[in-house]
């Protein structure tokens, strides 16, 4: 058996459950990280503006 060959046979831990495959899980949403950080600097302006434009009474 040469050193080279790979294994193609799946291993036991994938038969019994124990590993998890990322390529069966349905689709997610993909958000770009520069929309997360533009929302999380523009939340607390937004919720600023609404306090000083109509202040709690």
Do not use: D
């Given at each position: ?8 046979t ?48």
């Amino acid at each position: 058996m040469s050193s080279r060959r790979r294994r193609t046979t799946p291993s036991i831990a994938s038969y019994v459950g124990l590993i998890r495959f990322y390529e069966e899980v349905e689709e997610q949403i993909k958000i770009h990280p520069y929309l997360i950080l533009l929302l999380s600097a523009l939340t607390p302006i937004v919720i600023l503006t609404i306090h000083f434009l109509f202040p709690y009474r």
